[in-house]
Each structure stands twice: as C-alpha cells, then as structure tokens.
C-alpha cells in the first residue's frame, strides 16, 4: 500500500491509499504456482475466480489477459501464498529463495525466444 496525499496542504486536504498490482505474465502465473505446488483449482479455489479463468490467463501470450479484478485476485492469493511477482528490471525485496530470467525476452544464450520458436513451427 501506499499513501499518497497532496504535498503543502496541512492538514493534508486528500489522503488515499492505493495499491499498484503488478503486471503478471502467463510464464509468471505458471512458475509461480509450480513454486507453490499448487495445481489450477487448488488456484482458483485460493483466488475465488473459475478454473476456466485461470487455464485462459495462463494461456495468455506475454502479458496475462482478463478481467482486471479477476487478475488482481489472482496476483493477491498468489502474494497471500508467499510468492514476489518481479517486473522486468526490478530488484527483489524478498529474503526468500526464487528464480529470475536473466534476460527479459525469456531466451538465454542457447535458447531461443518464444517468438523465434513460434516463427519456425509456422
């Protein structure tokens, strides 16, 4: 959470909380509950959307697709469970153990990219 207010107003004339959700891809959904040994229902049932919702997102290509709370229930029962959402670029903040691509198109030096994979099956 974080608080935002307008600065030089005292006392300060707006005050709100916010909460700014990542962006979750469908390769983050999908690690993230193989980190937690959690199967799609077992998801949903935590989340409180359907398992359709979560099979949908999680075929997503890149950026995770659905309705914006179902996603943001998503990310909070997976934050809930114990797992960091990382953006691309940004430090961990957690003491925990985890994994991080090192490159932020997916592809290390002897893989290639989705795209690329998705390019040669055409």
């Known amino acids: 959470m974080f608080d935002i207010s307008i600065q030089g107003a005292y006392p300060p004339i ?5 909460r700014i959700d990542p962006m979750i891809t469908s390769a983050q959904m999908r690690a993230a509950r193989a980190l937690l040994g ?10 409180g959307v359907s398992v359709p919702t979560i099979q949908r997102m999680e075929a997503s290509q890149g950026q995770v697709r659905g309705v914006i709370e179902s996603l943001t229930r998503v990310i ?28 932020a198109d997916g592809a290390g030096p002897d893989l290639e990219t989705p795209a690329e994979a998705e390019r040669k099956s055409e």
Do not use: C, M, N, Y
């Open 38 to 47: 959690l199967d799609q229902k077992t998801l949903a049932q935590r989340a």
């Open 14 to 18: 707006l005050t709100f909380q916010t």
């Open 76 to 103: 909070d029962a997976l934050d809930s469970a114990g797992v960091e959402l990382l953006a691309e670029g940004v430090p961990s903040t957690g003491e925990g153990r985890g994994v991080r691509l090192k490159h």
